[in-house]
């Protein structure tokens, strides 16, 4: 981690060599990581209910296609209106441990109950139970994810340092989701366990990892205090559901953050299926992933030296344009395809961190504009909506491709009974699925952000009229 570190602040010099905006003070390596320690389980639990969770229930379980993507497409879109409740709630905190770090503790228990039901479920499971239990589990996450995003956004008002910061977050993260992973993938490996054992051991990982990393969180990093003057106790929903309707940065940022959501969540939902059905080769799932994941690590330092050289939104645009190319690859794989299924899944591993960490730090940067435009501080509701265009990605993703898959005589059973060599009812749809809707969102996405004009000299403005403005409020 060091390596890429260093790599992500030889970026930062060479960009501040060749612009006016120079970096701000840099964060204490320590603080962020025990800033990003959270991120372990929160992200750890957010891959095995797009991967995993769906098909498990779906085939394992037994309730079918159609239905499981009912439950979590219903679910999620329960969910959304929360976010917003529990943004806007989440930036009123006043106590004396802090105005995240409240939240954040509270998102323990309930996440960690709602992995403890659904990881590790009893025989008789129906819909009542995953539609309950889906329900808790998504509040406490929603809990923990605007909490810590906030927080990150609160750390620094630098351009880049913001990158910085979600960087390390988001690489810590898919740590979390690595090492989620190779607990199916030891146990596919031995060969004398079921697809239970390995969703119940990433249960525990969850459950045993996030409530470690807010603790180290809670008491290693600073919490900001609410700053006088910043009007968010004092702000109606509906006054700031107007205002966010009137704000192009937020509004362009979040139909981004859709249309970069929504590509992974769809390759997420159908992975197990396109590699058991497609390359047929269901032994390098847990392993494949596990690739994937390290690839998108190591991707990191690379999308913030693009980001420091070319600007946070440029940065995520060639990044949608990688993930476009590499993801109509896909569609020359066939039957025992393995080795070019390993390659083509790296590669696209590289372009997975590419939008998300750097449209939370452009969110930050859109959070102080609308500050300095209202007089209100609203970094939590902003992020708040961020999870909510999460949330909606990862509905659509489930909520419309398996019934899709199921109308047209897709089934994951009927698959593992047919004879060698006979034709798979429903591959067509499922490759198509796969690769075309996730391109064209991600050619959106690109065109979006390119011209996004919130730049880091626009920014450093806005801080010098902000630091103005909170001097005369003394």
């Keep these: 981690m060091t390596s890429m570190e260093n790599a992500a602040q030889d970026g930062v010099q060479a960009y501040a060599g060749s612009t006016a905006a120079k970096s701000g003070p840099a964060v204490k390596r320590s603080v962020l990581a025990a800033f990003s320690a959270p991120a372990l389980g929160l992200y750890a639990i957010g891959l095995p209910v797009a991967v995993y969770l769906p098909p498990f229930y779906a085939k394992e379980m037994g309730l079918g296609l ?8 219903l679910c999620r879109f329960f969910d959304l209106g929360a976010d917003l409740v529990l943004g806007a709630v989440s930036d009123r905190v006043r106590s004396r441990f802090g105005r995240r770090r409240p939240m954040l503790a509270l998102a323990v228990p309930l996440m960690c109950l709602g992995a403890w039901r659904l990881f590790l479920p009893p025989d008789d499971v129906g819909p009542v139970y995953v539609f309950g239990w889906l329900i808790v589990m998504y509040a406490g996450y929603a809990l923990g994810v605007i909490s810590h995003m906030s927080w990150g956004a609160e750390l620094s008002p630098d351009y880049h340092q913001r990158s910085r910061i979600h960087g390390w977050r988001e690489m810590v993260g898919i740590i979390g989701m690595v090492a989620v992973l190779t607990m199916p993938a030891l146990i596919e490996m ?22 470690l990393g807010v603790l180290l969180a809670i008491v290693k990093v600073p919490d900001p205090p609410n700053r006088r003057g910043a009007g968010a106790a004092h702000l109606s929903m509906r006054e700031a559901v107007a205002t966010i309707a009137r704000n192009p940065y937020v509004k362009r940022i979040l139909l981004a953050d859709l249309l970069a959501g929504v590509p992974p969540a ?9 590699v058991e059905s497609v390359v047929q080769a269901p032994h390098l799932t847990s392993s494949l992933l596990l690739g994937y994941f390290v690839a998108g690590i190591l991707g990191i330092p690379i999308w ?14 060639i990044g949608a344009v990688w993930n476009c190319a590499l993801g109509t690859m896909f569609l020359f794989l066939g039957p025992g395809d393995n080795v070019a299924l390993v390659v083509l899944s790296l590669l696209y591993g590289l ?11 452009l969110m930050a940067d859109a959070a102080d504009e ?3 435009r209202s007089g209100h501080n609203r970094t939590g509701l902003f992020y708040g909506l961020l999870t909510m ?41 499922l490759i198509a699925l796969y690769v075309f809707l996730p391109a064209g969102m991600n050619l959106a996405g690109a065109l979006v952000m390119r011209h996004y004009p919130l730049d880091a000299v626009a920014l450093a403005r806005i801080h010098r009229e902000l630091s103005a403005r909170r001097s005369a409020e003394g």
Excluded at 266 to 274: D, R
Excluded at 304 to 316: D, I, P
Excluded at 351 to 361: D, E, I, P
């Design 66 to 73: 159609t239905l499981v993507g009912q439950i979590f497409m």
């Design 304 to 317: 913030l030296n693009v980001s420091y050289r070319f600007g946070k939104n440029r940065a995520f645009a």
């Design 351 to 361: 372009g997975y961190a590419s939008g998300t960490f750097l449209l939370r730090a």
């Design 266 to 274: 769809i390759t997420g939902a159908l992975f197990v299926f396109m």
């Design 190 to 211: 031995s060969g004398d366990a079921e697809r239970a054992d390995g969703i119940g051991a990433m249960g525990w990982f969850i459950i045993a990892v996030f409530p």
């Design 370 to 372: 609308d500050e300095l």
């Design 389 to 429: 265009t999460n949330k909606i990605g990862f509905a659509l993703a489930v909520g419309l491709t398996y019934p899709l898959l199921d109308f047209f005589g897709f089934s994951p059973t009927a698959v593992a009974d047919l004879p060698p060599g006979a034709p798979i009812p429903g591959l067509g749809a």
